[in-house]
């Protein structure tokens, strides 16, 4: 069994759905401190505009800051580059996605796996947030 499982290599990041593949984006972004936070914070921006960035980006910082408060265990990941999604970046970012696509119970379900069972409804809400803010940037802008 490997040292750290959480961290195994499971699926590379070109095989994910594109939500998924943010979220892993935006997980390791936060993870790399202050100045991958400030990079995040202006790829949102580019992406979604002033507004809606800062609103995400508050979002993800809350989800993972409850995530690392209340975690059964230290998520573990990859660096910014690497093309591999490891074990728990891949649950997470699917955690993130089923509460964005509104099925609630299994990410209620998911979330009971990475925190608390108490605090799961609360971070299925609040993955459900960024899930949802993050894919307004797939959206085509025909307005502007």
Known sequence: MPRNPGAAAVSRLSELPPLERQVIR???FWCSGP???GALGR????RLGPDTAERVADGIAELLH???SHAR???LGHALDCPCAGGDECVFARFVSLAAEGAREEAVLMASLIVR???A???AGLAEDVG???MRGQEPRILQ
Do not use: I
């Open 132 to 134: 949802l803010g993050l």
């Open 117 to 119: 069972p108490d605090l």
């Open 73 to 75: 265990r230290p998520l």
């Open 35 to 37: 100045a991958g936070q």
């Open 43 to 46: 790829e949102l921006a580019q």
């Open 121 to 123: 409804l609360c971070l």
């Open 66 to 68: 409850v995530t690392a």
């Open 26 to 28: 935006c997980l390791r």
